[in-house]
C-alpha cells in the first residue's frame, strides 16, 4: 500500500515513520523546507523517544520518502492522511485553514480513487468540509467522475510515548462512510492489530467528537485533582493519600489523578477551548468544561503564589531554580507549557531564574532566548538559589542527592510543582517543602 501523510509534526512524522516501520510506502510532506532538508539529512525536528532510529533506518530502506510539494505525490497513492496543526483561531475555536489548504491541493491534483483521512483534530463536521472543498475543486476541472472518500481518524498518541502508543495503540477510531474506505484502513492498520482486534469504526461525527470527548475527559479528571488538591491544603489534608484512596476505586481507576501545577502541551489547552466553542456554536453551554479550563488558569499560578507566599510577597534580586521546561516529560515541547507562565511570572515580580531542562533547553531558547540563565545540569541550578521549583517531573530529578544541594543554596526551600518527593523526608534534611495539596 502506499499512502501519503501531509503535516511532518508530532503526529506526522510519528505516523509516517510507524506505517513505513510496517512495510507501507509511506511520503511525509510538509511545506516547511527547511524541515523536509533536515530529515533527508537525518535531522529529526522533535524530541520523541525511538523515533531517529526508525526515521533513519526507514529512510534509508527507501519506504519512508519526504516531499515538499504535495501536488506531485497525490496520484501515486491509495491514501492521504492530513496531520497538519488545527491551532486556535482568536476565539479559541480550531483553525481549519491548513486542513482545508490540503484539501483543496488534493482536489486540484488528483486524478484517480483516493481516500483522503484527517488525522488532525478537528471539530464535528470537518470531513465534510474536506468532502466539499475536493468535489469543488474537482468539479471546477470539469473531472465529476473521480470518486474520493473521506475519512476521520484521530490521533491518541502522547507525546513522549508516541512510537510506543502507536505501534501498540489501545484503540484506533475510523469514521467513514464507505465500505471500501474501510476495508482500505482495516488493512493498512492490520499490521498494529495482530495480538488484539482494537479498530472501532464510527460514523464521521463521532469520530470526530471521540477525540475531543476523550481529552476533555482526561483534563476533567487533572483540574478535578488540582480542585480537590487545593481544598486539601486549607482543610489540612494529603492529595496523595486521597489520591490512592479514590484512585483504588476500580470504578475511578488510578491513572490521570495526579495533581500538579496545571496541563499545557499542544493538545489539552486548544482541544478544551475548541470544544467549548462548538458547544457555544450550536447554542449549548458546556458549563463543565468551562470550569476545567478556569481551575487549569489558576493553577498555572500556584507555584508562584506559594513562592511568593513564602517570602511575604517579595522576591526581588532572588535566584529561583527552576528544574523542568517542557510542558510534560520526555519531551521539547514548549507549546502552553506551565513553565513559560511561572518564568513571565517570577521575571516581572523582580526575581531571576536559572533553569534545567534535559532536553528542552534549545525550544525554550528559541521561545524566550535569553531573559533567563541556563543552567549545565539540576545542581548546577540551585547554586545560590533561594528556591527549587519542580516545574516536570523528568526522570532525573525524582532522585537527587538534597545533602549536596543545600550546601550550594542560599536558602533550603523546594515548591514540589508536581508531588514527586517525601515531604517529611526534606523536613528530615532540613528543607521546608511544599507540595501541591499537601498541607505544610
Ligand atoms: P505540528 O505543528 O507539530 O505539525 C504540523 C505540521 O504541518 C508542521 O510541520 C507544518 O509545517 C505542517 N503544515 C501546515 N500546513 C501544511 C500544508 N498545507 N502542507 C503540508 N504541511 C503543512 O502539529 P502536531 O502536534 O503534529 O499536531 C497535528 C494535529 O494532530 C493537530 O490537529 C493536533 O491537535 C493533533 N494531535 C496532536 C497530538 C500531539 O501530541 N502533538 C496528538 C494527537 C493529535
Given at each position: 500500500m502506499k499512502i501519503v501523510i501531509v503535516g511532518t509534526g508530532y503526529v506526522g512524522l510519528v505516523t509516517g515513520t510507524c506505517f513505513a516501520e510496517m512495510g507501507t510506502d509511506v511520503t511525509c510532506v510538509d511545506i516547511d523546507e527547511k524541515k523536509i532538508e533536515n530529515l533527508r539529512n537525518g535531522i529529526i525536528p522533535i524530541y520523541e523517544p525511538g523515533l531517529e532510529d526508525l526515521v533513519k533506518s526507514n529512510y534509508k530502506s527507501g519506504r519512508l520518502k519526504f516531499a515538499t510539494d504535495l501536488s506531485s505525490v497525490v496520484n501515486d497513492v491509495d491514501i492521504i492522511f492530513s496531520a497538519v496543526g488545527t491551532p486556535p483561531d482568536e476565539?479559541?475555536?480550531?483553525?481549519l485553514r491548513y486542513v482545508l489548504d490540503v484539501a483543496r491541493t488534493i482536489g486540484q491534483n488528483i486524478n484517480k480513487y483516493i481516500v483522503v483521512v484527517t488525522k488532525s483534530t478537528v471539530p464535528v463536521g470537518t470531513a465534510q468540509k474536506v468532502k466539499s472543498v475536493i468535489r469543488e475543486e474537482l468539479d471546477k476541472r470539469g473531472k465529476t467522475d473521480i470518486e474520493f472518500d473521506v475519512a476521520s481518524n484521530p490521533e491518541f498518541l502522547k507525546e513522549g510515548a508516541a512510537v510506543q502508543d502507536f505501534m501498540r495503540p489501545d484503540r484506533v477510531v475510523v469514521g467513514t462512510e464507505s465500505e471500501k474506505a474501510k476495508k482500505m484502513m482495516e488493512k493498512l492498520y492490520s499490521p498494529f492489530m495482530l495480538n488484539n482486534y482494537r479498530i472501532i469504526f464510527t460514523d464521521i461525527p463521532s469520530a470526530e467528537m471521540i477525540k475531543y470527548a476523550a481529552n476533555a475527559m482526561l483534563a476533567t479528571r487533572i483540574s478535578f485533582m488540582n480542585d480537590i488538591a487545593n481544598l486539601c491544603e486549607i482543610v489540612g489534608a494529603d492529595v496523595n493519600m486521597v489520591r490512592k484512596g479514590i484512585g483504588t476505586d476500580t470504578r475511578i481507576g488510578t491513572k490521570f489523578l495526579y495533581a500538579g501545577c496545571g496541563y499545557g502541551g499542544s493538545c489539552f489547552p486548544k482541544d478544551v477551548k475548541a470544544i467549548i466553542k462548538t458547544g457555544e456554536k450550536y447554542g449549548y453551554k458546556l458549563e463543565l468544561l468551562e470550569a476545567v479550563e478556569n481551575v487549569n488558569e489558576r493553577q498555572k499560578h500556584i507555584l508562584f503564589q506559594k513562592l511568593m507566599d513564602y517570602y511575604d510577597g517579595n522576591i526581588k534580586g532572588k535566584t529561583i531554580a527552576l528544574w523542568g521546561l517542557s510542558f510534560k516529560p520526555k519531551t521539547d515541547d514548549m507549546r502552553e507549557a506551565p513553565s513559560l507562565v511561572l518564568i513571565d511570572q517570577i521575571l516581572k515580580a523582580g526575581g531571576k531564574v536559572k533553569a534545567y531542562d534535559p532536553i528542552a533547553i534549545e525550544e525554550t531558547k528559541r521561545r524566550i532566548g535569553d531573559t533567563i540563565e541556563y543552567a549545565k545540569d539540576a545542581y548546577d541550578a540551585t547554586v545560590d538559589a533561594d528556591a527549587i521549583l519542580l516545574v516536570t517531573e523528568w526522570n532525573e530529578f525524582r532522585l537527587p542527592s538534597w545533602s549536596v544541594i543545600k550546601k550550594t543554596m542560599k536558602k533550603p526551600v523546594v515548591f514540589d510543582g508536581r508531588n514527586i518527593y517525601n515531604k517529611n523526608e526534606l523536613k528530615d534534611l532540613g528543607f521546608d517543602y511544599s507540595g501541591i495539596g499537601i498541607s505544610i
Open positions: 476565539d479559541g475555536s480550531a483553525d
